[in-house]
């Protein structure tokens, strides 16, 4: 059974499609997605060796080596142009995740949907995507385990669809942003409370130009938050 936080990113992959899952670590989500019939085929990528040595267990244990390709490598680089669908990308930091994208950006030629799971920085993300063609179709946000997760669902289209106030939905999410669902006000009350700490800490320090900007940034996402929240 798969975690609550990848059955959400399983949920928004499209009958039948060719995906790969980059940091897959025990590959448990290509596995499941093949033995459940919900795509047709699918490559594990890692860069570590534990975890890749554990993919190819669990592929073998799974019997489902015909379906899934398990390869080792740094990010895209374990890809050919036009072997997906779909690219997963789950577990990550958001700079990481959008990172990789970057480096790889060759290999998304033929790709029609992106799947992003950061566990923080989801921002990096939206500033990725809009920068680079895709248009952010759907968001979730739930918690799993006491932690708050969010998912990014991204199709090749105008970029710049859904932002109307783009500093604020960068940061929140425009999907996110409008539904305001119990997960979303805990996530970003959270933050509110680290930063006005972080603050009050900067408050205490010696000022310096460095300080005072830091200052500022976080004055400032504590009013486009709060705004939100309201
Ligand atoms: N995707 C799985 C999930 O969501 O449960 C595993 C997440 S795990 C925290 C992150 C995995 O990504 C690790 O196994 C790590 O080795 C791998 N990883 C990190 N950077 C990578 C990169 N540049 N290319 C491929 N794999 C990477």
């Known amino acids: 059974q798969l ?17 790969a899952d980059i940091g897959s670590d025990h590959a448990y989500l290509p596995c499941h ?34 379906y899934v390709d398990v390869r080792k ?13 779909c690219i ?26 992106l799947i992003l799971q950061p566990n923080i920085g989801a921002i990096h993300i939206r500033q990725w995507l809009m920068n680079n063609g895709w248009e952010l179709v759907s968001e979730q946000i739930l918690e799993d385990d006491g932690k708050i997760y ?3 669902v991204a199709e090749r289209g105008d970029s710049m669809k859904h932002y109307r106030e783009v500093e604020k ?14 997960p979303f006000r805990k996530k970003w009350l959270g933050e509110l409370q680290r930063w006005k700490k972080i603050v009050e800490n900067l408050e205490q320090s010696q ?6 900007a830091k200052k500022e940034a976080f004055l ?11």
Request: aromatic fraction near 2%; charge should be neutral.
């Open 3 to 19: 975690s609550k936080r990848l059955q959400a990113v399983v949920a928004n992959i499209n009958h039948g499609m060719r995906i």
């Open 33 to 66: 997605v093949i033995k459940r019939g919900i795509a047709s085929f699918a490559i594990a990528g890692e860069i570590a060796d534990g975890p890749f040595q554990s993919a190819q267990q669990q592929v073998e244990k799974s019997g489902v080596g015909h």
């Open 73 to 85: 490598g740094d990010g895209l680089e374990v890809l050919q142009v036009g072997e997906v669908d």
């Open 88 to 113: 997963i990308i789950a577990g990550m930091g958001g700079l990481l995740i959008s990172r990789i994208l970057e480096a790889g950006r060759e290999k998304l030629a033929g790709v029609t949907r």
């Open 150 to 152: 969010e998912v990014l």
């Open 169 to 182: 939905e960068l940061l929140l999410g425009p999907f996110l942003l409008k539904e305001k669902s119990g």
């Open 207 to 212: 000022s310096s130009a460095d300080t005072l």
């Open 220 to 230: 400032r996402k504590i009013a486009i938050v709060e705004e939100a929240l309201t």
